[in-house]
């Protein structure tokens, strides 16, 4: 089959790109510059013609993906701001609901072929924020952000300005979806993930341009931004995660599995607090790395463990084969049935990725 990435030089997409290509699919990924596109032809040479690029410079443009989306069997939409660096609320909805309302668009008007559309959505489109710990599940649906971006405006804290950006973005994608059910020959399934983390293989300079978790990651357990006297809290502070490569895994088995139609499914592995990112990274065989022979200590063992914001994955063992928790305990990586990586195996790929980037 022939799959469309949207965003295919970000943090996710790339791996999205690398699982799909060493699945034998044929993929053309949509990015926004020149120089993005030979960075990804140099990192997927090895596939040849199986792999190709398409420029689309501004999503939001009409009929932006009008091109990209011909011939393809699939596509999978991955491109939105996810950043903390703006003012007005409109700098992150614009692009997450028109870049999503537009490449559905595109797939209506020139998309014969299209048999499913996969959107990267979020947790961010599901939680709100409780004062007592609460498990979500797909049900959930985040009106709170929105509501709060309408109340107020530019000064809404960065975060409200993110979430509300995933919420509307996804809830257009379904309304579009309903409103042409009748007519159409695809189907749609969401991606709902948590913080991700794990090792990059997309274009970055430095560690601080990971993109926003991984580069949070970084900053908490190998600079030592948290430290336990920060008042930011390791031990308290948390949510929950997955390694962008089970992301990646599960944005593929979304277009494998019949049943996925129609559905959002959250794609979690569990829950965490910073303390436990560090205290998983000073018990590793592999600590101390050879460049960070000091990787912060915060207060060992301290976490609280009382979780505010966890899911019910269930959905993702029933839909996508993919299980978490101690259910998952005894499966391995690939097969049927697979369990979701664990923070030691997403510590360790992660710290010999900052090491074989010299960072
Ligand atoms: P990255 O920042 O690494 O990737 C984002 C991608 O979207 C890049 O290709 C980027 O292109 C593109 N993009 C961003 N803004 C625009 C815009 N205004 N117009 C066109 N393209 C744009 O982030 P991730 O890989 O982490 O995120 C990918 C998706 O996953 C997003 O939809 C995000 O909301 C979602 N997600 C991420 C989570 C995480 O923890 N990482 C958790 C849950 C969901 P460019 O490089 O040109 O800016």
């Not at 699939?74 to 700098?91: G, L, W, Y």
């Not at 609901?97 to 599901?126: D, F, M, P, Y």
């Not at 959002?264 to 960070?292: C, Y």
Request: aromatic share 8%; proline share 5%.
């Amino acid at each position: 089959g022939k799959v469309l990435v949207s965003g295919a030089n970000g943090y996710i997409a790339a791996w999205l790109v690398r699982t799909l290509l060493q699945q034998g699919y044929i993929v053309r990924g949509t990015v926004r510059s020149e120089e993005k596109a030979g960075f990804l032809r140099n990192l997927f040479k090895d596939y040849g013609e199986k792999f190709e690029v398409f420029i689309v410079s501004d999503i939001t443009a009409d009929g932006a993906f009008d091109e990209a989306v011909k011939g393809m069997d699939a596509i999978e939409h991955t491109a939105s701001p996810f950043h903390f660096n703006v003012d007005d609320p409109q700098e992150l909805i614009q692009p997450a609901v028109k870049g999503t309302t537009g490449i559905l668009g595109s797939v209506l008007k020139h998309g014969q072929s299209v048999k499913r559309v996969v959107i990267t959505s979020s947790s961010a489109a599901i939680l709100r924020v409780e004062p007592k710990p609460t498990v979500f599940s797909e049900e959930n649906w985040n009106e709170q952000s929105p509501r709060d971006i309408e109340e107020q405006g530019r000064s809404a804290p960065a975060i409200t300005k993110y979430r509300a950006s995933k919420a509307l973005a996804e809830r257009a994608a379904w309304d579009l979806y309903h409103k042409h059910k009748s007519q159409i020959s695809w189907d749609l399934v969401v991606i709902n993930p948590p913080f991700v983390f794990g090792p990059s293989i997309q274009d970055v300079p430095n560690p601080f341009a990971l993109g926003t978790s991984a580069s949070h990651w970084y900053e908490i357990v190998v600079a030592g931004s948290m430290g336990p006297d920060s008042g930011a809290g390791a031990n308290k502070v948390g949510s929950s995660w997955a390694d962008v490569r089970d992301i990646a895994e599960a944005h593929v088995r979304a277009l494998q599995r019949e049943e996925a139609a129609n559905q959002r499914i959250i794609a979690s592995a569990g829950t965490f607090k910073w303390q436990e990112w560090m205290d998983v990274a000073n018990s590793l065989s592999l600590s101390p790395i050879p460049s960070h022979p000091n990787l912060p200590k915060g207060n060992p063992g301290s976490t609280d463990k009382i979780y505010m914001v966890s899911y019910d994955a269930s959905k993702s063992g029933r839909v996508l084969g993919m299980v978490s928790g101690a259910e998952g305990a005894h499966l391995g990586l690939t097969g049927e049935k697979i369990r979701y990586r664990t923070m030691e195996e997403c510590t360790r790929d992660t710290l010999a990725d900052v090491e074989a980037r010299g960072w």
